[in-house]
């Protein structure tokens, strides 16, 4: 069972266009990350949010956590080729007694031009 | 200041030999934690090292195993290799051992067994 959800699981989008992709467990998280994954590479962190309900924007990126801490979002406006790239979510889940981080399988973005 | 840098890029190994990935943090960076990455299960955590310590460990078998010196760089040794082995194996450094201060991650290591 997988604890974070992450859907969808593919995306392939036009130049221009507008789009969310979600992280979903039935668990609280203490708090939640953001990476993004090009080809070859290891991921790179854009955001971590800690206070449920809280908004994040990173220039065409907005995140935000639930209010409970158990989801969080990703919406991207005018999304562009460079945003082409395997998104995931991590969290800390809250009272594991560790920071262990634990990944969903992400959502693979495919931007067109 | 350098990223994290993984060594070697690519290994290719045959089913029962062992290996040893190498990762060294970033500067001032005394948390590395290695994952395994792969199409099926995504990224699996298998340990972190804070201070030469192992502080967490993912449900890997004990084949799966590390080490940390006290310039922080670390080591992971797999031995008895699996066709299963075969993944991205990707080490993330962060500044302390909470995870919520972000990882940085390097380029990881794809090995490949035959």
């Known amino acids: 069972t997988q604890l974070l959800e992450q859907s969808p699981q593919f995306l392939s989008i036009q130049e221009g266009e507008n789009l969310t992709v979600y992280c979903n467990s039935s668990?609280?998280?203490?708090?939640l990350q953001w990476y993004r994954q090009e080809p070859g590479e290891g991921p790179v962190l854009l955001v971590t949010?800690?206070?449920?309900?809280e908004v994040k924007k990173l220039k065409r990126l907005t995140f935000q956590f639930g209010d409970a801490r158990k989801d969080s979002s990703l919406h991207i406006t005018a999304a562009q080729p460079g945003d082409t790239g395997l998104y995931l979510c991590?969290?800390?889940?809250?009272?594991?007694?560790?920071?262990?981080?634990?990944f969903g399988k992400g959502t693979k973005l495919s931007v067109i031009p | 200041k350098a990223g994290v840098t993984q060594t070697p890029r690519y290994l290719i190994k045959t089913r029962g030999q062992q290996v040893t990935l190498s990762c060294s943090p970033i500067?001032?960076?005394?948390?590395v934690s290695w994952y395994q990455q792969t199409p099926g299960q995504g990224l699996q955590f298998l340990f972190e090292y804070f201070s030469e310590t192992q502080r967490n460990k993912g449900n890997f078998p004990g084949r799966f195993s590390g080490r940390q010196f006290s310039n922080s760089r670390s080591e992971m040794n797999v031995s008895t290799l699996e066709l299963g082995d075969s993944a991205l194996y990707l080490c993330?450094?962060?500044?302390?051992?909470?995870?919520?201060?972000?990882?940085?991650f390097g380029p990881g290591t794809r090995l490949t067994v035959l």
């Open positions: 991590a969290g800390i889940l809250t009272g594991a007694g560790s920071y262990q981080l634990t």
């Open positions: 500067s001032g960076h005394r948390s």
């Open positions: 993330a450094s962060s500044i302390r051992t909470s995870g919520d201060s972000g990882q940085f």
């Open positions: 668990s609280v998280f203490s708090s």
């Open positions: 949010v800690v206070t449920g309900g």
